[in-house]
C-alpha cells in the first residue's frame, strides 16, 4: 500500500515553500544550516540520527577516539532551527512527477529537494570480500575493525604456533588514498608505539603493516613530490608500502595480488573505492561508474531545476571546468550553494552557477607527520601535521567535541597513550 502523503507542518502558511533535505552529512548539514532564517520549511531526512565526522573514523578504528568524539546527534544539531523536521527515515525513491520524496513510512512533498546522500565502500563487482574486508564508512564499520585489530593481538598472544603468530600480526590496508595512508600509519603507531609493552609473549613492535596500492603511487589526488613524501613517511613509521599491486582475492586466510603474491594476514581493511548512494536510480537519471549522479553546473541533474545534488553523491564539473573532488569542504560549499540557489528563487534572482573553492588538501600519515597540499605550494611533515589537526578540530560540530578531541590529542602525543582500546562486538 502507497505511503500517506504528509506534509511535515500542516496548516502553516502554504506560502512557505518546503524543501526536503536528504542525508544529514556535511553538504545536507551546511544547506539545513544556510536556511535557518528562511521563508522555508525544511524536512531533514537521514538513515542515522546522528552526523559523523568520517575524516577522523580511521582515529575510532585504531583505538584513538571513541565514537562519541567524532559523531553529535542530528536534532542537538539543529534542534534551536524552528524551520525545520528531522526523520530518522530510509528513503525508498524520489517520485519526480509528483514532487515527493518517498521514504520507507511516508510521502514528503517538496518545493525543493536536496540530495546529500554520501557514498559507501565499493569492492569492484566482488562485494563478497566485505565480510573479510570491512570498509570505513560507518561508526559500526570502524568499531569493527577496531575489534579485529585488537583481538589479532590478544590471539598472537594467546597462540604457540608461529605461522599463526606472524599471520595475526600481519595488517594488510587494501588503498592508498587518504583514508588508506591514515589507517596504516594509525596502526603502525599503534602497534610499535602505544602497546609495544603491554604484551608478555609477542613483540608488538614486530608487526607487519603492509599498503597495497593498485596504481603507481600513493595519494594520487596530491603532487607526485607530496605522494613520495607520504610513502616516505609511512616507511619511516614501519609500513611496507606496496605500489602497482591490484588485489585479485580476499578471504579469511588474507590477499592474493594480481601477480600471484600471497599475503597471509587475519586482518584487512578496504580503503580501495567508493560507490555513491542509489540517488541514480531513484532520480532515473544518468550517472558515472560510481554511480554519482550527472549535474550541471547548477548541481541540477536533467530537467530538475528544483533538485540539487550535492557532495559525494555528485559528479561535478564547476562553472570554470574544474572537476569537484569528493571532499567534505567541497560538500560543505555545495550545500550552502544549494541553499542560496533556493533563497535566489525566493527572491526572484537569476540562477547562478557553483564554483569550487579549492581551500586545500590534507592527509596525515601520523604522529607528526603529515601533507597539505594548496596549490601554490606544499608543505610536509610537522607543520603539515599542525594544520591538519587544526583544520579537522575546526570542522568537527560542537565545542565539546573539540576540546575533547583536541585533549584527547595532546595527551596522546605526550604519552603515546591511545584511550579508546575495547573490543566490543562480535564474537571474540
Given at each position: ?237 614501519g609500513v611496507t608500502v606496496m605500489t602497482g599491486a591490484a588485489v585479485t582475492n580476499c578471504s579469511e586466510e588474507g590477499i592474493t595480488l594480481q601477480d600471484g603474491r600471497r599475503i597471509e594476514t587475519a586482518t584487512i581493511t578496504w580503503a580501495a573505492g567508493v ?145 579508546a582500546r575495547l573490543i566490543t562486538g562480535g564474537e571474540n
Amino acid at each position: 500500500m502507497d505511503q500517506p502523503s504528509e506534509n511535515p507542518r500542516a496548516g502553516q502558511a502554504s506560502a512557505r515553500k518546503q524543501v526536503v533535505i536528504l542525508g544529514a552529512g556535511f553538504g545536507g548539514l551546511s544547506a539545513a544550516t544556510a536556511l535557518r532564517k528562511a521563508p522555508v520549511d525544511i524536512t531533514l531526512i537521514d538513515r542515522r540520527n546522528y552526523h559523523l565526522f568520517q575524516p577522523l573514523l580511521y582515529q575510532v578504528a585504531t583505538a584513538g577516539l571513541s565514537p562519541a568524539q567524532i559523531a553529535s546527534p542530528i536534532r542537538r544539531i539543529v534542534a534551536r532551527q524552528k524551520n525545520i523536521t528531522v526523520f530518522m527515515d530510509k528513503v525508498a525513491t524520489i517520485d519526480k512527477s509528483a514532487c515527493e520524496a518517498v521514504t520507507t513510512k511516508r510521502r514528503i512533498p517538496f518545493d525543493y529537494l536536496i540530495v546529500a546522500t554520501g557514498a559507501r565502500h565499493a569492492y569492484f563487482g566482488r562485494d563478497e570480500w566485505e565480510e573479510f574486508a570491512p570498509g570505513l564508512k560507518k561508526i559500526d564499520e570502524a568499531t569493527e575493525i577496531r575489534r579485529r585489530i585488537l583481538l589479532a593481538f590478544e590471539q598472537a598472544e594467546a597462540t604457540i604456533d608461529e605461522n599463526e603468530r606472524r599471520r595475526l600480526q600481519t595488517f594488510v590496508v587494501v588503498g592508498g588514498g587518504p583514508t588508506g595512508v591514515e589507517m596504516a600509519g594509525a596502526i603502525a603507531e599503534l602497534a610499535h608505539r602505544t602497546i609495544v609493552r603491554d604484551f608478555r609473549h609477542i613483540n608488538p613492535a614486530q608487526t607487519k603493516i603492509i599498503l597495497v596500492e593498485a596504481g603507481p603511487r600513493v595519494l594520487p589526488a596530491f603532487p607526485e613530490k607530496l605522494s613520495q613524501s607520504a610513502a616516505e613517511q609511512l616507511t619511516r613509521l614501519g609500513v611496507t608500502v606496496m605500489t602497482g599491486a591490484a588485489v585479485t582475492n580476499c578471504s579469511e586466510e588474507g590477499i592474493t595480488l594480481q601477480d600471484g603474491r600471497r599475503i597471509e594476514t587475519a586482518t584487512i581493511t578496504w580503503a580501495a573505492g567508493v560507490m555513491a548512494s542509489p540517488a541514480g536510480k531513484w532520480l532515473d537519471v544518468p550517472c558515472d561508474r560510481a554511480g554519482r549522479v550527472i549535474v550541471d553546473a547548477a548541481l541540477h541533474p536533467p530537467d530538475s531545476d528544483n533538485i540539487f545534488v550535492i557532495g559525494d553523491t555528485a559528479a561535478v564539473t564547476d562553472a570554470n571546468g574544474v572537476v569537484v573532488p569528493g571532499i567534505a569542504p567541497a560538500a560543505k560549499q555545495m550545500g550552502y550553494f544549494a541553499a542560496a540557489s533556493i533563497l535566489g528563487d525566493i527572491n526572484g534572482k537569476p540562477r547562478e552557477k557553483f564554483r569550487y573553492r579549492n581551500y586545500g588538501n590534507l592527509a596525515t600519515i601520523g604522529r607528526s607527520s603529515a601533507v597539505a597540499d594548496f596549490g601554490r605550494f606544499t608543505l610536509s611533515g610537522f607543520p603539515a601535521w599542525v594544520i591538519w589537526c587544526f583544520a579537522h578540530i575546526w570542522f568537527l560540530i560542537g565545542f565539546r567535541n573539540r576540546i575533547f578531541v583536541f585533549l584527547d590529542w595532546i595527551v596522546a602525543y605526550v604519552s603515546f597513550e591511545r584511550g579508546a582500546r575495547l573490543i566490543t562486538g562480535g564474537e571474540n
